[in-house]
């Protein structure tokens, strides 16, 4: 298996295929179409991505909210390989890359049913369940450690 994780930007010839994979794992399911929606703010966050074998097989979004929070966002892993770890090793990537960037807290917005997920990785649930595309989905935040070696 040949992974790599990297980070991205709106601009990069892999940005059409995380468009894609988010289009089909966040939307599809819901009946919605991302390529419908404002992708605007794309251009200013941060686009992490696994690549297996040069394909885009998960990615996620930061959205820088202040100097010390960033928001995680439109996470997606493809369905082929969901339940092998890529969510895992993203989020923990995305971690030490806000580490290594002198953010301190990140936060989210999970969907009820990816819960679990989180909590397995020590985010912790702040506030009442919401809607959001409508689906019910909680904040979720996690404090960083300052010493990536933690």
Do not use: W
């Amino acid at each position: 298996m040949d992974l790599e994780l990297c980070v991205i930007d709106y601009q990069s010839p892999l940005y059409p295929k995380v468009l894609a994979l988010r289009h089909q794992v966040l939307r599809v399911p819901l009946g919605l179409n991302l390529y419908e929606e404002d992708l605007n703010e794309d251009k200013d966050q941060y686009i992490i991505i696994a690549l297996l074998d040069q394909e885009v097989q998960a990615c996620l979004m930061l959205k820088i909210l202040d100097k010390d929070t960033i928001k995680l966002r439109q996470m997606a892993v493809a369905d082929s390989v969901q339940k092998r770890g890529f969510g895992a090793l993203l989020v923990n990537y995305a971690e030490n890359f806000c580490v290594l960037n002198e953010y301190a807290v990140i936060e989210l917005h999970a969907r009820k049913e990816a819960m679990g997920f989180y909590l397995k990785l020590q985010y912790e649930q702040v506030g009442e369940e919401f809607e959001e595309v409508g689906i019910p989905h909680f904040k979720m935040i996690k404090h960083l450690q300052s010493d990536p070696a933690v």
